[in-house]
């Protein structure tokens, strides 16, 4: 099986900065894409940044300048580092990795159980 765990959030103020991580385990073949996604209260589920195994990244408008995704490989690790955060950055971020467990598998796209950023002064 595969664990995806999440870690790093809290409060903060408005302006101010958190980095999350986020943990692969288990039986791993190859991770190939790793994103976050948030959820506020009330909203559905929405992008907020991917990056790829070339490492490249794409991410969600509202994010763009602010947050930044980076990946290390060998710790299969993603993180999220969230720079300027702002009231409605607050939300439960959820880390998600598509990932084949061996070389003949299919990927599937696992998701950990999300940690909460509040943003508020």
């Known amino acids: 099986q595969v664990q995806v765990v999440e870690s790093g959030g809290g409060l903060m103020q408005p302006g101010g900065s958190l980095r999350l991580s986020c943990v692969v385990s288990?039986?791993?073949?190859?991770?190939?894409?790793m994103g976050w996604s948030r959820q506020a209260p009330g909203k559905e589920r929405e992008f907020v940044a991917v990056?790829?195994?070339?490492?490249?990244?794409n991410y969600e408008e509202s994010v763009k300048g602010r947050f930044t995704i980076s990946r290390n490989n060998a710790k299969n690790t993603v993180y999220l580092q969230m720079n300027d955060l702002k009231p409605e950055d607050t939300a439960a971020y959820y880390c998600?990795?598509?990932?084949?467990?061996?070389?003949?598998?299919?990927?599937?796209?696992?998701w950990g159980q999300g940690t909460q950023v509040t943003v508020s002064s």
């Open positions: 990056i790829t195994s070339i490492e490249t990244t």
């Open positions: 288990g039986s791993i073949y190859k991770i190939y894409s």
């Open positions: 998600s990795a598509y990932v084949a467990q061996t070389a003949h598998d299919d990927t599937i796209n696992y």
